[in-house]
């Protein structure tokens, strides 16, 4: 089945520079990868998403990569800012009834 | 609307104790999620239901059951908790074939 392994664990950055995030997956059938972004205490929730047709996807500051050939993606986020601190969860999927398969997380601290 | 909800939020249960971790969504989505959460693990899958009337295991299912009562209602049994399932339990429900995933608030279980 699908593997998605996720680096750095921790993450500190100084308010205002970029985080850059990286994940590979296993299974080349995968075409769905979002981002999820957990605050402390609270639910996961959805942040930004790509398809495997897309090379690159942008929302504001956040942007995600995706390489096929090389099977990973990234999550950019620029300009920081101290509510960006977060746990933050990539995701691989093969098909729509498929579930997710979640690599195990980064903590992102930015610090002011 | 309500989203997805769970209950109870805080449990606390002794070795060999049940219990039964609620869920429900007023989203009309067909598939639903169980999935827990442990320091440095990520989100790992226990078990899901594509649609009402079919249930399958996830990555980690031992020691637990689950009930797709309806549509709207997705529930996961403990029949005799032990120390390993101390985690937090998160509920989650999509479209078919659809791509967000939205998560419950979360439930904190601590087995003595």
């Known amino acids: 089945g699908e593997n998605v392994e996720q680096h750095p664990s921790t993450l500190s950055v100084q308010e205002g520079d970029s985080a850059v995030i990286k994940c590979t997956y296993s299974d080349s059938a995968s075409n769905y990868f979002p981002w999820y972004k957990q605050e402390l205490g609270k639910r996961p929730q959805l942040i930004i998403d790509?398809?495997?047709?897309?090379g690159e996807k942008k929302d504001q500051r956040i942007a995600v990569t995706l390489n096929k050939t090389a099977k990973h993606f990234s999550l950019h986020i620029t300009e920081t800012q101290p509510e960006d601190s977060a746990v933050y969860f990539c995701a691989a999927r093969t098909s729509g009834n498929t579930p997710l398969v979640f690599g195990k997380g980064t903590r992102l601290s930015v610090i002011a | 609307n309500a989203g997805v909800t769970q209950t109870p939020k805080f449990q606390v249960l002794k070795t060999g104790q049940s219990m039964t971790l609620q869920c429900a969504q007023d989203m009309n989505h067909n598939s639903m999620y169980w999935y827990r959460q442990d320091p440095g693990m990520g989100l790992r899958l226990i078990y899901y239901s594509a649609s009402e009337g079919t249930t399958d295991k996830g990555e980690v299912p031992n020691g637990y059951n689950v009930s797709r009562l309806n549509k709207r209602e997705f529930s996961l049994r403990l029949e005799s908790a032990a120390p390993s399932q101390t985690s937090v339990y998160f509920c989650?429900?999509?479209?078919?074939?659809?791509?967000?995933?939205?998560f419950g608030p979360g439930t904190r279980l601590t087995v003595t």
């Open positions: 989650a429900s999509a479209t078919s074939g659809g791509d967000e995933q939205y």
């Open positions: 790509i398809r495997s047709n897309v």
